[in-house]
């Protein structure tokens, strides 16, 4: 066990015994009727711990060109550490058997009508990825200290479907993160209070 996965483990158990009021996410002007989806928030075990992105490509129907984390729909039968696993197994070839899962956290709902799980894990510092090239343009590690910095999270609003919606934005060396992918590290800075342990 590492100490890395230690840390977290106590910090997100620790974190998830309270409940918390204003977690981000869209439910407000989503849809009713949600669809679930599971993201895995993989975490770089090293003394500098990163949290692996990708870039989604152009041509996409589908946020083309965001900052992401590997996930996408939970499929029939699957829970939401499996879903988050085999999607990311199949968009950066992310090999489960080196994953090790800390938990899920507060799921986002989505104005597009999806209920998204974060699932947090640690993963070894050298994994090598292979992007499937239809769902990833390119992959980059962003600090996890930074990306859990509140001071570096900034809330403002953009037009959405005819109205003003609230956001969270984190830009890290030119990668501007944003919306839902923002929005799980604002809600999992508020549960691992990483930077004042």
Same mark, same amino acid.
């Given at each position: 066990?590492?100490?890395?996965?230690? #840390?977290?483990?106590?910090? =997100?158990? !620790?974190?998830?015994?309270?409940?918390?009021?204003?977690?981000?996410? !869209?439910?407000?002007?989503?849809?009713? !009727?949600?669809?679930?989806?599971?993201?895995?928030?993989?975490?770089?075990?090293?003394?500098?711990?990163?949290?692996?992105?990708?870039? #989604?490509?152009?041509?996409? #129907?589908?946020?083309?060109?965001?900052?992401? =984390?590997?996930?996408?729909?939970?499929?029939?039968?699957?829970?939401?550490?499996?879903?988050?696993?085999?999607?990311?197994?199949?968009?950066?070839?992310?090999?489960?058997?080196?994953?090790?899962?800390?938990?899920?956290?507060?799921? %986002?709902?989505?104005?597009?009508?999806?209920?998204?799980?974060?699932?947090?894990?640690?993963?070894?510092?050298?994994?090598? %990825?292979?992007?499937?090239?239809?769902?990833?343009?390119?992959? %980059?590690?962003?600090?996890?200290? =930074?990306?859990?910095?509140?001071?570096?999270?900034?809330?403002?609003?953009?037009?959405?479907?005819? #109205?003003?919606?609230?956001?969270?934005?984190?830009?890290?060396?030119?990668?501007?993160?944003?919306?839902?992918?923002?929005?799980?590290?604002?809600?999992?800075?508020?549960?691992?209070?990483?930077?004042?342990?």
């Amino acid at each position: 066990m590492s100490a890395l996965y230690d #840390r977290l483990k106590a910090s =997100f158990d !620790e974190g998830h015994r309270i409940e918390l009021q204003g977690l981000c996410d !869209e439910r407000e002007y989503a849809p009713r !009727e949600t669809r679930p989806a599971a993201v895995l928030i993989a975490v770089t075990d090293r003394p500098d711990p990163g949290v692996i992105f990708l870039h #989604r490509p152009d041509r996409m #129907r589908a946020h083309p060109g965001q900052v992401a =984390f590997p996930g996408g729909n939970i499929d029939p039968g699957e829970d939401v550490v499996t879903a988050a696993l085999r999607e990311a197994h199949e968009e950066l070839a992310i090999d489960a058997s080196g994953v090790r899962v800390v938990g899920a956290s507060d799921p %986002f709902v989505s104005l597009s009508g999806y209920s998204i799980t974060p699932v947090l894990a640690v993963v070894a510092p050298d994994l090598l %990825f292979s992007p499937n090239t239809s769902e990833v343009a390119s992959w %980059f590690e962003a600090p996890l200290s =930074f990306l859990l910095d509140p001071a570096n999270h900034r809330y403002t609003e953009v037009e959405e479907q005819g #109205r003003m919606q609230p956001i969270v934005e984190i830009e890290w060396e030119g990668h501007l993160i944003w919306g839902i992918s923002a929005g799980l590290l604002a809600n999992l800075s508020r549960r691992l209070s990483w930077n004042t342990r």
